[in-house]
């Protein structure tokens, strides 16, 4: 029945990837969305470029792919994409996660089900344990086990209902946003993983990383302002130019 529908009605989807300088990633990505994934259900790929210095936007243009062009910091290259696309389903993306193959078709009937936001469990693509371990509680469905490397779908009357994402964070906006859209209705977690890149981790640490994050969780939680989450973030974890930040 799903699968009728899909074929007759069936909404578009608008992929949403914000970029700085990640000319080594942002092709491969594009190439892997478009061999997996049907056209007729992608309206578009929108890459938000908030000012690359290297190649990054001369690799995009080259697979075909339009650049939008936005100031720095990714709630406002996200909310900049989310107001050009022209699907009905927004799925925002990280440069270095991965859907499954088919994710439109899941996205698409999860909409059709009548879920209006959700994402997939999530993996990394390393055999750490630690990882590993914590990786297993995307699939726990509860606003304290999401984050932006899960992926993001939501239907785009849902995104404007929402208020879009708090362009006072320069870190953390996929969690605060998250915060939000649990309080606006059922949020639903797909049965199949994104895989993530865990090469912040292995930059980094995997360890010290992960408390790092877990303790802007917990600032955030304690009434930590927008500013105070970003000081921590630059002094604990910014040692070098991350272009995802949590």
Known sequence: MIGALMKLNSPKISIIIPVLNEADYIGKIIQ?????????????I???DGGSTDNTVNVVLDTGVSVLHSEKGRAKQLNLGAKYAQGEI???????????????????????????????????DSNSLFLRFFAWFSRVNHK???GGDQSLFLTKRLFEKSGGFNEDYIVYEDNEFINRLYKLGPFKVLPRHVKTSA???EER??????????MIHLKHYLGAAPDDLHQYYLKHIAVRSYSNSS
């Open 205 to 214: 640490g995997t360890i010290p990383l992960q408390c790092h994050f877990g």
């Open 144 to 146: 304290l086990c999401r």
């Open 46 to 48: 929108l890459i938000v």
């Open 32 to 44: 892997y969305l478009k061999i997996n994934s049907s056209p007729q259900n992608i309206q578009e």
């Open 199 to 201: 090469r912040r981790y």
């Open 90 to 124: 927004l799925y925002f993306l990280h440069v270095d996660t991965l859907p499954p193959r088919n994710f439109d078709e899941n996205i698409i009937q999860g909409v059709l089900e009548g879920n209006h936001m959700g994402c997939f469990k999530m993996k990394f």
